[in-house]
Nanobody
Framework: EVQLVESGGGLVQAGGSLRLSCAAS????????MGWFRQAPGKEREGVSC????????DYAESVKGRFTISRDNAENTVYLQMNNLKPEDTAVYYC????????????????WGQGTRITVSS
């Protein structure tokens, strides 16, 4: 059974930091690109960051560039999202996803999804 389990969400003040983790199981993690997406209240889900499985190349949404860092540990089957200088507009449910393709911020290319973890950034 494929599972993606996010953790690390919570309430943080603006300017603070959080690190999200996503533990994967049930598929060959090394073969999959991984992505982080988020859905804010009343808005559509959007791509935040992604990382390739082969060369570790990454991509970020413009809104998070310079503040968020994605990484992966293939030995631990885990992908991380380090979020610094958080802003109220980062408030959302964050999802990790796995895709058997080139890493992209387009959610259509992802095969597996986690249940999400909520982040609230207070001003």
């Amino acid at each position: 059974e494929v599972q993606l389990v996010e953790s690390g969400g919570g309430l943080v003040q603006a300017g603070g930091s959080l690190r999200l983790s996503c533990a994967a199981s049930g598929f060959t993690f090394d073969d999959y690109a991984m992505g982080w997406f988020r859905q804010a209240p009343g808005k559509e889900r959007e791509g935040v960051s992604c990382i390739n499985n082969n060369d570790g190349s990454t991509d970020y949404a413009e809104s998070v560039k310079g503040r968020f860092t994605i990484s992966r540990d293939n030995a631990e089957n885990t992908v991380y999202l380090q979020m610094n200088n958080l802003k109220p507009e980062d408030t959302a449910v964050y999802y990790c996803a796995a895709g058997f393709d080139e890493a992209t911020l387009n959610e259509d290319f992802y095969d597996y999804w986690g249940q999400g973890t909520r982040i609230t950034v207070s001003s």
